[in-house]
């Protein structure tokens, strides 16, 4: 059963661990995540949609063919912003290192997936932002500097020219030294747990708020973000299937195909949790796959899945599912790719894991469920490695 963890951690202590999107970094070996925007043409009418509105498959495990999961805004809705941050504040960063924030006038948040963006947005910090990721690409975003090369590299030259007060950044994007370099010119520089699940939310939220000295404002986001994944669940758990040998059985696959990259992630990846969300059967963590692991023939077809969740660049590096099923013919003997079910999300959304995580689950129930209301991506290009 997906549950809400019920424990945050402490707003001054900020907790240690190695994500997903740490692997996402050194698997890719490509151009910037945020760029499915660019490699699709996708058109969804039902966005916005209740699920259970929707012309929903009789059986989710026998649905045929692609679909594509988008959100219904790309804005970011922020709590109310009462009162200034309380400040100073010294909090002991992921790394083990005490920091202390004074200022938080001018905040650069960065990390691969642009989710400490988001959150900060999310706490009413957004005007304070001076600098982006190259994967921060929701409203209000689009004329603020970019800071990373290829995509999810720190450009030290760059950071320094907007002179930020505070950095908040994690373990999925580096390279640390220029974490170090940051620090040394006298940056604060917090870095925040890497680890992103669909069930743990809140906990970024508490770090984050308790670095920015606006604590109260952390349990209001993430009190409002628990209840809206709860939500979310509860209406995906309408429609799904109650019993769990009738629900789909769902694969995360990451690929990259101009840099031959093909893994499958598994479980405690942080795709499971999604999976477990939109009231899949994680089939990776079935069969015992733990965390991120390179692909193989026979793990495909052990697995079984009926339905591949992939990231739409990703997808769009193969040439889209013809391609797909091309370069790894073991699908072949899978019912995902003989139905040609591939349910893919923009990059820079699907594990964001932040403010939209509710809606990421939302998005990805109607391409499960009610695949006609969520027609595939046209890829255009493959993106660049």
């Not at 679909?67 to 200034?84: F, P, Q, R, Y």
């Amino acid at each position: 059963m997906f549950r809400i963890s019920p424990a945050r951690r402490s707003s001054t202590r900020l907790a240690s661990g190695v994500g997903l999107l740490v692997a996402a970094v050194i698997l890719s070996g490509c151009a910037a995540i945020a760029t499915a925007a660019d490699a699709t043409d996708t058109d969804c009418p039902a966005a916005a949609e209740p699920l259970a509105s929707l012309t929903l498959v009789d059986d989710p495990r026998a649905a045929t063919g692609p679909s594509t999961a988008c959100l219904a805004s790309h804005a970011i809705e922020a709590v109310a912003a009462d009162g200034a941050p309380q400040l100073p504040v010294t909090v002991t960063d992921a790394e083990g290192r005490d920091v202390e924030i004074t200022d938080v006038s001018r905040i650069l948040p960065v990390d691969i997936s642009g989710t400490i963006a988001a959150t900060v947005f999310g706490l009413g910090l957004g005007d304070a932002v001076v600098g982006r990721d190259s994967s921060t690409s929701f409203d209000g975003t689009e004329d603020l500097p970019v800071v990373t090369k290829s995509g999810h590299t720190l450009n030290a030259e760059a950071i320094l020219e907007l002179a930020p007060t505070v950095m908040l950044t994690d373990t999925s994007i580096g390279p640390k030294e220029v974490r170090q370099q940051l620090r040394d010119a006298g940056i604060a520089v917090v870095v925040v747990s890497s680890e992103r699940r669909a069930d743990t939310v809140s906990d970024l939220v508490s770090e984050i708020a308790g670095a920015l000295g606006v604590p109260e404002r952390g349990d209001a986001l993430a009190d409002r973000l628990d209840a809206d994944v709860e939500a979310a669940v509860a209406e995906v758990g309408a429609v799904a299937p109650v019993a769990a040998s009738d629900r789909a059985r769902m694969l995360f696959l990451y690929v990259r195909g101009s840099a031959n990259v093909y893994y499958i992630f598994g479980r405690d990846s942080g795709a499971d949790s999604l999976i477990e969300a939109v009231g899949g059967v994680d089939v990776a963590g079935e069969i015992g796959w733990e965390g991120m692991k390179p692909m193989t023939a026979e793990a495909l077809v052990a697995a079984q899945p009926d339905v591949l969740v992939m990231m739409t660049d990703g997808l769009a590096s193969v040439g889209g599912v013809d391609g797909l099923l091309e370069r790894i013919p073991a699908l072949q003997q899978t019912p995902a790719g003989a139905n040609r079910r591939v349910v893919d999300m923009a990059d820079a959304e699907i594990l964001s894991f932040g403010p939209r995580t509710a809606d990421v689950i939302r998005a990805l129930a109607r391409a499960v469920y009610a695949p006609a209301s969520a027609p595939a991506a046209t890829p255009t290009e493959e993106p660049a490695s």
